[in-house]
């Protein structure tokens, strides 16, 4: 069964940091990209970051850019997203992803709740 664990969400106040953490485990495809969505109550699940895991290409929602940054460990098949000056419309439940030739996984989900 692939799992993909997530760590690191919580509360922390407008203008703080968290990091988040994802780690995949028993997929036996080669991961190409992993990334974090997110979504808040009432609304659709929208893209936070990708990062390529062979080339580390990032992709980041112009809402997140020079805020957020998405790092990888291809070896571990983990991902990290580093938020800095987190802002109330931040919070969301973030949703781990990792994707291969042959399937999409998602993890369970972590809350971050910003503070105004």
């Known amino acids: 069964q692939v799992q993909l664990v997530e760590s690191g969400g919580g509360l922390v106040q407008a203008g703080g940091s968290l990091r988040l953490s994802c780690a995949a485990s028993?997929?036996?495809?080669?991961?190409?990209?992993m990334g974090w969505y997110r979504q808040a109550p009432g609304t659709q699940r929208t893209l936070v970051a990708t990062?390529?895991?062979?080339?580390?290409?990032?992709n980041y929602a112009d809402s997140v850019k020079g805020r957020f940054t998405i790092s990888r460990d291809s070896a571990k098949n983990t991902v990290d997203l580093q938020m800095n000056s987190l802002k109330p419309e931040d919070t969301a439940v973030y949703y781990c992803?990792?994707?291969?030739?042959?399937?999409?996984?998602w993890g369970q989900g972590t809350q971050v709740t910003v503070s105004s």
């Open positions: 028993r997929i036996t495809a080669d991961i190409n990209v």
């Open positions: 990062i390529s895991m062979r080339t580390g290409n990032t």
């Open positions: 992803n990792a994707v291969t030739i042959f399937h999409t996984y």
